[in-house]
């Protein structure tokens, strides 16, 4: 009964590395999403997928890449990280149909600083 | 403007007591659905309760109850008979699912702290 699983839970980075945050469900979503919580906010949404091989851009998706070549993986890419990335990111996954419905249900999260 | 505003930033309250957890919300969609959930210390987000724009009832989950005024643009999260367990982080979302061009996925407000006091 995983859900939603997110690696690693924790990392630091120096400015300018690069690395990928890893997301799988294993409920069948066709959706998936990538949100960060900064200190006192919300989440605020990043990129998201409808689907295999689908994805969008979200409100703050600046710096940051994903992919969706499975149903069951949205692995989310910074390519070069910069400390405005610090924060912690949650990946959500949720069913397309009655869209308004559709509950997302998120990964545990993982804590990034960028040095 | 704010799609979400939770003017509540904190919330004291004793144990058994209910609580109201403010939302109100801005949107020129009909369809629309309103989300609470739940941040504990520990980090997660724990989805608490669903409300549709076309749905007559109020929701309920329990001890959770959703006050809607649609007129309002108002959704107040309901906790009756608070326990120690409720103290965490309360976000309220909304998904408008076919506003044209904008990205499908939730809109958070900021959050209300509650702290259940023995």
């Not at chain 1, 960060?36 to 851009?57: E, F, N």
């Not at chain 1, 692995?75 to 308004?100: D, M």
């Not at chain 2, 007591?17 to 609470?36: I, K, N, P």
């Not at chain 2, 649609?70 to 608070?82: D, E, F, H, P, T």
Request: glycine share 10%; with cysteine.
């Amino acid at each position: 009964n995983a859900g939603v699983t997110q690696t690693p839970k924790f990392q630091v980075l120096k400015t300018g590395q690069s690395m990928t945050l890893q997301c799988a469900q294993d409920m069948n979503h066709e959706y998936m999403s990538w949100y960060r919580q900064d200190p006192g906010m919300g989440l605020r949404l990043i990129h998201y997928s409808v689907g295999a091989g689908i994805t969008d851009q979200g409100e703050v998706p600046n710096g940051y890449n994903v992919s969706r070549s499975t149903t069951e993986d949205f692995p989310l890419r910074l390519l070069s990280a910069a400390p405005s990335q610090t924060s912690v990111y949650f990946c959500a996954s949720s069913y397309r149909k009655n869209l308004a419905k559709n509950i997302q249900y998120f990964g545990a999260g993982t804590r990034l600083s960028v040095l | 403007a704010q799609k979400i505003t939770q003017t509540q930033p904190g919330m004291f309250v004793q144990e058994k007591e209910a609580v109201t957890l403010d939302c109100t919300y801005d949107t020129s969609d009909q369809s629309y659905g309103l989300f609470w959930y739940k941040q504990p210390s520990s980090g997660e987000m724990i989805f608490l309760i669903y409300q549709g724009s076309y749905d007559e009832q109020n929701a309920t989950e329990g001890r959770y109850s959703l006050n809607f005024q649609k007129a309002r643009k108002s959704a107040n999260l309901v906790i009756s008979a608070s326990q120690l367990g409720d103290s965490a982080m309360y976000f309220c979302a909304m998904r408008e699912p076919y506003s044209g061009g904008g990205a499908d996925g939730l809109t958070f407000g900021k959050g209300t702290h509650l702290i259940i006091q023995p």
